[in-house]
């Protein structure tokens, strides 16, 4: 089972350092599917895995001609922290609320798969969606806090919902709004681990299965890294579609299988 838990990190990080969803996406849901861990424990362990793939992806963007633009995901990421923070909160709250995970598990596969069905169709169609691009400080700054917030308690790092936000309020096509998708995952996501570790919240883990699924983030950042530049956008827009379909179909499964 050790074995999975790489391959599952190390091919959703591939993904995610190619289309910008960051992993997490792909790690929480099959994670919830496998069973085998508590919610609390699973959100942790993709957490950790989304935390390695961004910092390897991020060093390796440096040398990339796509770069961060700074001033928009520096809001962004800004927006993402405090969103974290909030999004971590009501994590702990509704677990705390509640004596087992189906309240939980159903609440965060239910809102992925929304989310995860309105990113598919304004993709589907986005080439007869115009674009906008918001300046405002406000705007920025408000949209990184729902996104933060969304991906903190969702424990997927940041997910396909980065990506359309990208793409149609500012205009980033999909390279570019990969790159900073992942610079504003890495702070949500730090945020979100500092903040519980010092609520001491840490579930419990097996630090085995932690240490290959960093390994695999790591691994599978630097190829996703590497593959990205020799990939056209479209290219990039058909992986993110077919990881999209699936992700759909395993939301649906995790929803089912809480009531079957």
Partial sequence: MSILYFIISFF??????????GGGVIIKPVLDSIGGFPVATIS?????????????????????EIQVETRTAGLLAAGGIAGGMIGKYIFDIIRSSFENDMVLGVSQSGILLL?????????????NIPPRHQKG???I??????LGGLATFLG??????????????FSMDSKTAALNSIFVIFFSQVTSLLFTALAGNIPPFEPAVLLLMILGGISGGLLGSRLSA????RAVDRLF???MAIIIGICVYNILKWFL
């Fill in 241 to 243: 579609m077919g990881v």
């Fill in 137 to 139: 400080l406000l705007f």
């Fill in 44 to 64: 942790f362990l993709s957490g950790s895995t989304v935390l390695s793939m961004t910092t390897v992806a991020l060093i390796k963007s440096r040398k990339s």
């Fill in 156 to 169: 997927i790092g940041g997910g396909p919902i980065n990506l359309a936000v990208l793409c149609y309020f």
């Fill in 230 to 233: 020799r990939m056209s956008h």
């Fill in 12 to 21: 959703s990080s591939v993904v995610g350092a190619i289309s910008g969803i």
């Fill in 141 to 146: 700054a408000s949209t990184g806090l729902i």
């Fill in 115 to 127: 989310l995860t069905v309105l990113v598919f169709f304004y993709t589907l169609f986005k080439e």
